[in-house]
């Protein structure tokens, strides 16, 4: 049974440029969240995927964005990349509905902003 | 609005000494409480969790925590680490399940 899935394991970009961090979920789970963890800092929520559409979202500018696909797949977005994205982005998935079951995460994207 | 304070940020500890884990939190509505391990290099693993019922709840590698409402506290105990414990522990809250806010981060270090 794999667990989640996280691609690329690592990225380094540029000041400005555009990137995507992609997500596939646990097998039976419908429901993707998207964390972001500075160094040294605890996970901070970014938003919540399920049917395809936003369901939640944290504190965070509209240069983040994301999607996911039919097959309950995500992607994270972030446009005009700045020095202070450099985090690990940790994506995460459950089923709607079970309430209070616990989030299921990938071992995340290292991403690095020169 | 939820958040989670945790109480310290590095516990130094010896082989086989017992350890606690100090987590706070503070929510207006009924809350959802867990604990994550996080080894280098890697996502999180979640160690236990508190939904209803016992307040004493035990999760994986020996650990164990007691929710506390009056004190709005679920500190993280094991009576004997092992030098494999050293790792990162974060302390989350839920109210629906779903967004989980976290604390800062609670790195154990295990001295041999």
């Known amino acids: 049974d794999a667990g989640v899935t996280q691609s690329p394991t690592h990225l380094i970009k540029t000041r400005g440029q555009q990137v995507t961090l992609r997500c596939s979920p646990k097998s039976g789970h419908d429901t993707v969240s998207w964390y972001q963890q500075a160094l040294g800092q605890g996970p901070q929520f970014i938003f919540q995927?399920?049917?395809?559409?936003?369901?939640q979202r944290g504190n965070f500018p509209d240069r983040f964005s994301g999607h996911q696909y039919p097959n309950y797949s995500s992607e994270l977005n972030v446009n005009a990349l700045l020095l202070g994205d450099s985090a690990l982005y940790l994506c995460?998935?459950?089923?709607?509905?079970?309430?209070?079951?616990?989030?299921?995460f990938g071992d995340g994207t290292r991403l690095s902003i020169l | 609005a939820q958040s989670v304070t945790q109480l310290d940020s590095q516990v130094p500890v010896f082989e086989e000494a017992p350890v606690e884990l100090r987590c706070n939190y503070s929510?207006?509505?009924?809350?959802?409480l867990f604990w994550y391990v996080q080894y280098p290099n890697q996502g999180l693993q979640l160690l236990l969790k508190?939904?209803?019922?016992?307040?004493l709840v035990k999760g994986i590698n020996g650990f164990e925590a007691e929710f506390n409402k009056s004190q709005t506290s679920f500190h993280l105990r094991k009576p004997s680490v092992h030098i494999s414990d050293t790792a990162e522990y974060f302390c989350?809250?839920?109210?629906?399940?779903?967004?989980?806010?976290f604390g800062a981060g609670t790195i154990l270090r295990v001295k041999s």
């Open positions: 989350a809250v839920s109210d629906n399940g779903n967004k989980l806010v």
């Open positions: 929510s207006s509505v009924s809350v959802y």
């Open positions: 995927y399920y049917e395809e559409e936003e369901r």
């Open positions: 508190y939904l209803s019922g016992s307040t």
């Open positions: 995460a998935s459950s089923r709607q509905g079970a309430v209070g079951q616990p989030q299921h």
